[in-house]
């Protein structure tokens, strides 16, 4: 069964450092793969996607990920922090059916 | 435009009540599909739809019915409230299941007594 990891329910960085968080998946296909933001009391907000070509991809709000097929992952990126990155991210994804299969969720606060 | 709307936003039942939850996009997609948000736990998948008549379960499916008549409407019905459906509700939708990220709603908070 397809399957998403976030190995950190929570990360802290300080406004204006580089911040990263954390997915791998399972190894099974090609993958589509997805990373979504909540903020408090909101849906979720599409971010970025990757379904095939370029291993970096470019996604809403200055935000990136890179696909890395050998080790399985899909690591969310941003160079420069903002106080207003501060919320709970997830990371999905797809084996091409109808099923888009959520991480357990990273919650993010960037201190100022 | 109002993308993928839900009603109500908030609900408290009494354990086995049924209620419906509604959702509806204006966006023209055939794929429609409810999670709900646990603790935790992340989204699980209760129930999907490909189009109009198509209907299928998902991770978590057991207490809820859905239908899909139209394609702008796919409702969630409680069948009989249990505690352990106490939750918050969303509702997306996208242009396809596979590689088209999906439109959320703002969620339905329900809490059964």
């Known amino acids: 069964a397809q399957s998403v990891a976030q190995p950190e329910d929570q990360v802290k960085v300080a406004e204006g450092n580089p911040l990263t968080v954390k997915c791998t998946y399972s190894?099974?296909?090609?993958?589509?793969l997805f990373w979504y933001v909540q903020y408090p009391n909101r849906g979720l907000q599409f971010l970025l996607k990757?379904?095939?070509?370029?291993?970096l991809v470019k996604g809403s709000y200055g935000f990136e990920a890179e696909f890395n097929k050998s080790q399985t992952s899909f690591h969310l990126k941003k160079p420069s922090a903002l106080v207003s990155d501060s919320a709970l991210y997830f990371c999905a994804v797809n084996f091409g059916n109808e099923k888009l299969t959520f991480g357990t969720g990273t919650r993010l606060t960037i201190i100022p | 435009n109002a993308g993928v709307t839900q009603t109500p936003k908030f609900q408290v039942l009494k354990t086995g009540q049924s209620m419906t939850l509604q959702c509806a996009q204006d966006?023209?997609?055939?794929?429609m599909s409810w999670y709900r948000q646990d603790p935790g736990m992340g989204l699980r998948l209760i129930h999907y739809?490909?189009?109009?008549?198509?209907?299928d379960q998902g991770e978590v499916p057991n207490g809820y019915n859905v239908s899909r008549s139209t394609t702008e409407d796919f409702p969630l019905r409680l069948l009989s409230a249990a505690p352990s459906q106490t939750s918050v509700y969303f509702c997306?939708?996208?242009?396809?299941?596979?590689?088209?990220?999906?439109?959320f709603g703002s969620g339905t908070r329900l809490t059964v007594v």
């Open positions: 997306a939708s996208s242009y396809s299941a596979g590689n088209y990220g999906y439109t």
């Open positions: 966006m023209n997609h055939e794929y």
């Open positions: 990757y379904i095939t070509g370029d291993n």
């Open positions: 739809s490909v189009g109009a008549g198509i209907t």
């Open positions: 190894v099974s296909g090609n993958p589509y």
